[in-house]
């Protein structure tokens, strides 16, 4: 598949992130069915696959009325698809890299915290997912949810 100039970006921008991996799947020699209809809704097919999908994955959900592959060819699109999809973050609460200053905002409020207290808010989180919101509502939910997944592994390496 030849990718946009924005995809390559931002697979490189997630290269050290090992909570991303990107692949191509040719479905002639992979077929992945279980639910997956190639094609429908357009080209090319986005899928995403982790722990919550299994092995089927979840179609892409479009956020504008753009064509697939002009509103994943925008950067900024493509980069909140691989946070959302990936319950990741380019912002790194143990160096402040890559975080915005809401999210640094953030941060500092739960840089502190127990984690009892971080796993409450996660499941707290959890729970508003599925909820109705507003596209942007949505963003900062999935980006305090990978902050408070990295605060769960450092309080789990005792590095906070």
């Not at 994955?57 to 900024?76: F, I, N, R």
Request: proline share 2%; net charge positive; hydrophobic share 35%.
């Amino acid at each position: 598949m030849k990718q946009a100039p924005a995809w390559n970006a931002v697979v490189k921008t997630f290269a050290k992130n090992s909570d991303v991996a990107f692949a191509d799947v040719n479905l002639s020699e992979e077929p992945i069915r279980d639910g997956h209809n190639p094609g429908a809704g357009g080209w090319p097919t986005i899928r995403y696959f982790n722990k919550e999908t299994g092995y089927g994955g979840k179609s892409y959900t479009q956020k504008t009325s753009k064509s697939m592959c002009d509103e994943l060819g925008d950067e900024a699109m493509m980069k909140a698809y691989v946070e959302e999809a990936g319950h990741t973050s380019l912002c790194n609460v143990l160096t402040g890299s890559g975080c915005s200053d809401k999210e640094k905002t953030f941060i500092e409020t739960w840089k502190a915290k127990s984690k009892a207290d971080v796993d409450a808010q996660i499941t707290r989180l959890q729970g508003m997912a599925g909820g109705k919101m507003t596209a942007d509502l949505k963003t900062w939910l999935n980006q305090r949810m990978a902050i408070l997944n990295q605060f769960q592994k450092a309080h789990a390496k005792s590095e906070l």
